[in-house]
Nanobody, 120 residues
Framework: QVQLVESGGGLVQAGGSLRLSCAASGRTSSRYAMGWFRQAPGKEREFVAAIRWSGTSTYYADSVKGRFTISRVNAKNTVYLQMNSLKPEDTAIYYC?????????????WGQGTQVTVSS
């Protein structure tokens, strides 16, 4: 079992930046990929970004490419999501996830989510 705890959400104006963090505990010896999903009100949860355990491979949704950067520090069991040039449409609950990576990644482990609100 892996427990994930997100932090760093909040309210920001359009064009601003936020950095989300996700700390993992429990079975952190497994070489899981980690990533972020988000869910806006009335919409389905969608993939945002993911990073393999080695940190050498990263993946992004088209809607955030060039604006968001995912990174991880395995010594701290932590993954980060740097979000720049935020837009009102980025408003959502952001969830951290972890599991072995696959092409259609459907992680087994999830955090409780952190709210990101971008005002126009």
């Amino acid at each position: 079992q892996v427990q994930l705890v997100e932090s760093g959400g909040g309210l920001v104006q359009a064009g601003g930046s936020l950095r989300l963090s996700c700390a993992a505990s429990g079975r952190t010896s497994s070489r899981y990929a980690m990533g972020w999903f988000r869910q806006a009100p009335g919409k389905e949860r969608e993939f945002v970004a993911a990073i393999r355990w080695s940190g050498t491979s990263t993946y992004y949704a088209d809607s955030v490419k060039g604006r968001f950067t995912i990174s991880r520090v395995n010594a701290k069991n932590t993954v980060y999501l740097q979000m720049n040039s935020l837009k009102p449409e980025d408003t959502a609950i952001y969830y951290c996830a972890a599991d072995y990576f696959a092409d259609s990644w459907s992680p087994a482990y999830w955090g409780q989510g952190t709210q990101v609100t971008v005002s126009s």
